[in-house]
């Protein structure tokens, strides 16, 4: 996999080694709201992954369990490079190569393009080097970033004066400066029009096809998932109902996963993307389930 030079352009596709695993990974919140009934899955490196299903199906627990911003209540997640990832140094190594992407971007709004890319490499310093002016080598890293998403020319340009399909593009190049090897995206382009979801898609899943990143992308458009996935995973109701090739979808499984877990009634977009509020939120702090 090629992490460290983001002009590179070879493709490479998803291969057999498992890089990241959930072995019998379930969730329950707090409050005793049960989003993830125990699962195992296996996430391969390179594959690009859409997960779909009605709001509160469990796509956000997925992708925080997957990053540990929500500790899960039971199982272990591993992965090929540190084992199974438990306590704060190993969370800390897997956070460190695995980027995400927001559905309102998290961009500093006053701050420039590069400087909103330059915070991708933050995790990569102690605390004490961030104190001071970035590394000429981040800053060139960062500008390549943008370069990579088409908004060299936008480097200086301060995020509030951004389209919000090009806010989201700063957040690609983010997610890119942090050199990751996993990408997870919480609805990337819920907010966006349907020219410029398909733009957005587009170049994340080239992005992470040219440099072999395992990308994760839970989205609420059907039509999108059968455009980008490699693989799409059903959710409902906290399950796994489907996981296979877009192709696979056809309309006994796309029921499975729109009516046997219906919760609120929200139906899937096959026209144009919702603009779909997650009652989540995109707090990068912790959630610890209950145990
Ligand atoms: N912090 C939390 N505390 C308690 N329950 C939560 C919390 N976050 C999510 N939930 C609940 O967990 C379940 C799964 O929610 P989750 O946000 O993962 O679903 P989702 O498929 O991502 O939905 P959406 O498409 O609306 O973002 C829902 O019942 C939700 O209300």
Not at 210 to 215: A, N, Q, S
């Amino acid at each position: 996999m090629k992490r460290n030079d983001p002009a590179t352009t070879t493709a490479e596709s998803a291969t057999d080694s498992a890089m990241i695993r959930l072995d019998g990974v379930g969730v329950t919140y707090p409050d005793g709201t049960l989003a993830l009934h125990p699962l195992d899955l296996t996430f391969r490196q390179g594959e690009f992954t859409v997960l779909l299903g009605l709001s509160g199906a469990g796509k956000s627990t997925l992708l925080r369990t997957l990053n540990q911003l929500v500790v899960p209540s039971s199982g272990t997640i591993s992965s090929d490079e540190l084992g199974v990832i438990h306590g704060s140094a190993r969370v800390r190594a897997h956070r460190r190569h695995t980027a995400m992407i927001f559905q309102q971007h998290q961009l500093l709004l006053r701050k420039s393009a590069l400087t909103n890319v330059l915070t991708g490499r933050l995790a990569a310093h102690s605390a004490w080097r961030t104190l001071l002016p970035m590394p000429a080598d981040d800053v060139t890293l960062a500008y390549q970033c943008l370069q990579r998403v088409g908004l060299a020319d936008k480097t200086f340009v301060r995020a509030d004066n951004l389209s919000g399909g090009q806010m989201q593009r700063v957040g690609i190049a983010r997610a890119l400066a942090q050199q990751p090897r996993v990408i997870l995206a919480d609805e990337p382009v819920a907010s966006l029009d349907p020219n410029t979801s398909m733009q957005v898609l587009e170049q994340l899943s080239r992005i992470s096809r040219e440099d072999g990143i395992t990308t994760i992308v839970s989205l609420h458009q059907l039509e999108l998932a059968r455009r980008f996935a490699q693989r799409v995973i059903g959710l409902a109701g906290g399950r796994v109902v489907f996981d296979g090739p877009p192709s696979a979808l056809d309309s006994a499984t796309l029921d499975q996963i729109y009516n046997s877990g219906k919760q609120d009634g929200h139906q899937p977009d096959t026209e144009t993307p919702s603009v779909h509020q997650s009652g989540s939120g995109d707090h990068e702090e912790p959630m610890r389930a209950a145990v």
